[in-house]
């Protein structure tokens, strides 16, 4: 047997030895590595929450803490609600959230940056077209509360105090909370500030400028937990609650005001579709076997071939055996290649005219009962007399 060897080809040569070149050259140069941080942002938990680290600081000092997407009803009053100016869209939402605390509620209120659409790792600054369109819309709650808010100075921040303490906290928003000219002060401390903080009723109010120190990757600078915390303490509630930005929805608001008319509509529509509905009655009696005559199912078979259309085969047999005793008795072969003095003796053997004999065997019914009852008539006559 012989053996014979593949001759290498050029290409692979010179491609091996390229590779094993450059392998050497790198070895020979003193190469440098680098360490470069990329920010990717939070995954998990803190992605979906940008108040995730504030509401651990809260459950940390013993204040249970929630978090909604939307309001959908209000909490009890012994609870402190953070909302922001997304939250509220309508005079009639903040009059029920101005009842609450007058009930009791704590509420504080951050006039931006508490919704969840904010990029905290976007590179443009924050406040950077604070005061555009969005914000030239009215701001239900602070008109109910008699409150302005207009921008500072450009180049300095207002000081923030709170319980008459400093903080090293900076807002984006430079924004001045104070109460409108001709208005009572309510009880409380400071004014004119980034912070408004007031009694209401039975509540307390404390409006801030906006929440972007408190958010997870802001929180840790300065004093910002430091002064979240006082803010929580304040109230001295046990339960913290935040919703990031959706209004009282309109369901939530019907139950809670109407829920004594809806329940006896309701009703109402359920009676009305239970005995309306289609339901199942009793279950009818098998029924019992019975023998059929076989006219009867000759008289089906029919039946069925007369809805399909299909008279030429009812017709079949009683031609087919006609026109066997034709080729029997007057040697017929082929009824279609007949001549017309056959049809004639026929006929006159018959009684039949030639046409109505030629029909008879040859022509098609169609879809007319008295035209199939005609030819019917004339293949029995025809088999009459043969």
């Given at each position: ?269 359920a009676m009305w579709i239970w005995k309306n509905i289609p339901r199942d009655g009793p279950l009818l009696p098998e ?100």
């Open positions: 047997m012989n053996n014979r060897t593949k001759p290498v080809s050029f290409r692979w040569i010179f491609l091996l030895s390229g590779m094993v070149g450059g392998s050497l050259a790198l070895l020979g140069c003193s190469g440098e590595f680098t360490e470069e941080e990329v920010e990717v942002g939070y995954r998990g938990e803190a992605s979906r929450n940008p108040f995730l680290a504030a509401q651990r600081l809260c459950e940390h000092y013993g204040v249970s803490s929630k978090s909604r997407p939307s309001l959908g009803s209000l909490p009890p009053p012994n609870t402190t609600l953070a909302l922001s100016q997304g939250g509220i869209t309508s005079r009639g939402g903040a009059e029920v959230i101005k009842k609450w605390v007058t009930a009791g509620g704590s509420l504080i209120y951050f006039l931006r940056f508490l919704d969840r659409s904010y990029d905290d790792f976007a590179e443009v600054s924050p406040e950077i077209n604070f005061w555009g369109s969005e914000d030239s819309q009215t701001d239900f709650l602070l008109d109910s509360f008699k409150v302005l808010a207009s921008p500072g100075p450009e180049r300095s921040r207002p000081s923030v105090s709170f319980q008459g303490q400093p903080y090293e906290v900076k807002f984006p928003s430079n924004l001045v909370l104070d109460f409108e000219p001709q208005t009572t002060p309510r009880t409380g401390l400071g004014t004119a500030s980034s912070i408004l903080q007031f009694s209401f009723g039975e509540g307390e109010v404390i409006l801030v400028a906006d929440a972007y120190p408190f958010r997870n990757r802001q929180i840790g600078y300065g004093d910002h937990a430091a002064l979240f915390w006082a803010m929580i303490n304040q109230t001295g509630n046990a339960d913290f609650l935040i919703v990031y930005g959706a209004d009282l929805s309109f369901l939530g608001l019907l139950w809670s005001r109407g829920w004594m008319v809806i329940i006896p509509i309701l009703l109402a529509i029924e019992a076997l019975s023998h059929r005559e076989f006219a009867m199912h000759i008289d089906a078979a029919g039946e069925f071939l007369w809805r399909q259309r299909a008279m030429p085969q009812l017709l079949a047999p009683l031609r087919r055996r006609i026109l066997q005793r034709l080729r029997s008795t007057m040697s017929w072969e082929d009824p279609t290649r007949t001549e017309s003095n056959q049809w004639t003796v026929l006929a006159n053997r018959t009684g039949l005219s030639p046409q109505r004999v030629q029909d008879a065997l040859l022509a098609d019914p169609g879809r007319e009962p008295h035209r199939f009852v005609e030819i019917c008539r004339d293949l029995n006559t025809l088999e009459h007399y043969l």
